[in-house]
Every structure is written in structure tokens, then in C-alpha cells.
């Protein structure tokens, strides 16, 4: 049997910044907000290691140090961060409908979604394997370095999270091998230049992944190919790091929402509307182009603002 309905004026949907900020604006607004943090608490950030962009921390932060201080924030002025993930929705009504876990079902005037976006991987059959076996495969150098600790580990990804995590991997391994499919990097020139001039990263312009070789429990090296000379070469490794970008965490709206072609939320440009009255979005899963802790943050205040205004302009 279904648990009693709960109704809310306001539930926030994911705990990364945009999400606690949203939680910090709607409840200091008396909008009682309610926050699930959905499978990964604090999100993203919390498997970045150090955090120096983010206004406010001349010294950096980590990422999870920054994620409980927003946590703390959004509780201290009386938000209600919870546990669960919500399954499904219907944005068909006045009052839309969200379901917890499949079951608990909650009845909310305004819906903020944070739900931010995942990591990809390469779809590759050996990737998948070793993946799911836990077998030396894995999309969070911040999370697994640790377990490669004085070993040879492979990267795949060319942007600003690959060099990241290339250069967090080259304090802990022997050695990374860091697979770059085009002859350029996508990421900035400082964090490029930090993967080029560190002595343990050995980048491989041009190369492609064919497998990822295992004992059939751990991976023992990836077999990649130059695109351009069609040359195959083994290299020996024990961790595969995948760091090639993410996919927005939207599949449940897909039903309601107007979304792009990737599955971004399309937003009402300079707000946080969606195509629905009284569901907002905010953070990555609208943000394909800066996908940042402080824009996330940013547009996490303006969905709060906007559903604010929203039920005050139901009221009159
Ligand atoms: P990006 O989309 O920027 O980069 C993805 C990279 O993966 C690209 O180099 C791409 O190659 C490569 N790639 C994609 N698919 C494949 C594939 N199938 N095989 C091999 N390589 C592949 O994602 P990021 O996660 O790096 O960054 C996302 C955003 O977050 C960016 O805006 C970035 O600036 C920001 N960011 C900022 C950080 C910071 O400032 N501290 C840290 C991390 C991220 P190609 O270039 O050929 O397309």
C-alpha cells in the first residue's frame, strides 16, 4: 500500500549547488522547501578533489567540504534534505506529482530541478565488465585513484575533468597514460599545460580505445589504436579512467519537459522556466555550456526566485 500523500509548496529535486542554493533561497522565503538528494548526496562535486574557481575560497575547498557547508546552510535556515530518489513524475496538473523511491508520492506546488548530469563512458563491451565486476574501471579518479596507489592506470578524455583527473592520478600512480582521440586538447591551456608538464603522464594525441584487457576479474591493460596510422598498441594498466564528459539526469522529465536533442532542459532564456508552470530547472541539467559550481549555484537562486514569485502571483 502507498504511504499518505504529502503535500508541498516546494520540492527541490537533487543536492548539488544548485540544489542547496535553491534550498538556502526557498526557505529563507518561507517556502518550506523539501530536498531529496538523490543517489549521489552533494553531487558531482563531491568527486572533484580541490575546488579554486568558486568565489569566496581564496585558499580552494574540496569538493565534498563545499557541498556540507551548502548542506548545513540550506538546514540552518530550516530546508528539509532527505534521502531518496524520485522515480517518476506527472507534470500533467495544476499540482505536480512526484514519486519517492516508487512509492511515497508527494503532491508539490513548485518543483526545482537540480538533477544535475552523469558521467559517460565509452560503451565498450570489455569497459562494461570490468565496470560492473568493480574490476578497474571507473568514471571518478577522485573516488578510485586511491586504489591504484604506485600503479600504471589509462585515462580517456581530452577536456578540463580529464586533465584534472589525469593530474590528480599522477600524485598517487607510477605512471598514466592519457588517451586523447583528436591531435588537440578541449580543455583550458592551464590545465592542459598542467597534464604536459607533469614527468608521470604520458599522452597519447590520436589514440583511440579498442578494449580494455582483463583477467576476467581485474584490468590488466587497454589495447588502443592510433586513428591515424591504424597502428594497435598494448599498454599495461590496472585502473581504465573514463573522463569524457556528461549526460544530464533528465530521463524522467523526457514525458513533460521540452528537452534538446542531448537531453538538456530547455529553460526560458534568462530564467528558470521550463515549459511547465511551477517547474523550474536549474544547474547542469539545463547547462551544456558552463556546467560550473558557481553557475550551477547561480541559476539555483534564480529557480528559487522564480518559483517564489510564482506561488505569489497564484495567491493574489
Ligand atoms: P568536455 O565535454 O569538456 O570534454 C569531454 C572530452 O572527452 C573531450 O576532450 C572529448 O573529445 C572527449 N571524448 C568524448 N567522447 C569521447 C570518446 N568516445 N572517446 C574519446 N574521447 C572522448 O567534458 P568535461 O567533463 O571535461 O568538462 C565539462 C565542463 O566542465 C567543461 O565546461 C569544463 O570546462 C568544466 N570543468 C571545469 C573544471 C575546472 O575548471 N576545475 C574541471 C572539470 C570540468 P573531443 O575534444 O575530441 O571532443
Not at 548526496?41 to 580552494?60: A, H, I, S
Not at 597519447?204 to 581485474?218: A, H, K, P, R, S
Not at 530521463?251 to 526560458?268: A, H, M, S
Request: with cysteine; aromatic share 8%; net charge negative.
Amino acid at each position: 500500500m502507498s504511504e499518505t500523500i504529502e503535500s508541498l509548496k516546494c520540492l527541490i529535486i537533487g543536492s548539488g549547488p544548485a540544489g542547496y542554493t535553491a534550498a538556502i533561497y526557498a526557505a529563507r522565503a518561507n517556502m518550506n522547501p523539501v530536498l531529496y538528494q538523490g543517489t549521489q548526496p552533494g553531487g558531482q562535486l563531491t568527486t572533484t578533489n580541490e575546488v579554486e574557481n568558486f568565489p569566496g575560497y581564496p585558499e580552494g575547498v574540496t569538493g565534498p567540504e563545499m557541498m556540507l557547508e551548502l548542506k548545513a546552510q540550506a538546514e540552518r535556515f530550516g530546508s528539509d534534505v532527505r534521502d531518496g530518489w524520485i522515480t517518476k513524475v506527472d507534470f500533467s496538473g495544476d499540482i505536480h506529482k512526484v514519486w519517492v523511491n516508487g512509492t511515497k508520492e508527494i503532491h508539490c506546488e513548485t518543483v526545482i530541478i537540480s538533477t544535475g548530469a552523469s558521467a559517460k563512458y565509452l560503451g565498450l563491451e570489455s569497459e562494461q565488465k570490468y565496470l560492473k565486476l568493480g574490476g578497474g574501471v571507473s568514471a571518478c579518479a577522485v573516488c578510485d585513484g586511491f586504489f591504484y596507489r604506485n600503479q600504471e592506470v589509462v585515462i580517456v578524455g581530452a577536456g578540463d575533468s580529464a586533465c584534472e583527473e589525469a593530474h590528480y592520478l599522477s600524485k598517487l600512480c607510477s605512471k598514466v597514460t592519457m588517451l586523447v582521440r583528436r591531435d588537440v586538447f578541449r580543455a583550458s591551456k592551464i590545465m592542459a599545460n598542467r597534464v604536459i608538464n607533469t614527468e608521470n603522464i604520458d599522452i597519447m594525441f590520436n589514440t583511440e580505445t579498442v578494449e580494455v584487457i582483463g583477467d576476467g576479474q581485474l584490468v590488466t591493460g587497454v589495447k588502443v589504436r592510433n586513428n591515424k596510422t591504424g597502428s594497435e598498441v598494448d599498454i599495461e594498466a590496472t585502473g581504465f579512467f573514463v573522463a569524457i564528459g556528461h549526460k544530464p539526469n533528465t530521463d524522467i522529465f523526457k514525458d513533460f519537459l521540452k528537452l534538446d536533442e542531448t537531453g538538456y532542459i530547455i529553460n526560458e532564456p534568462g530564467t528558470s522556466k521550463t515549459n511547465i508552470p511551477g517547474v523550474f530547472v536549474s544547474g547542469d541539467a539545463a547547462d551544456h555550456v558552463y556546467r560550473q559550481a558557481v553557475t550551477a549555484a547561480g541559476t539555483g537562486c534564480m529557480a528559487a526566485l522564480d518559483a517564489e514569485r510564482y506561488l505569489a502571483a497564484k495567491e493574489v
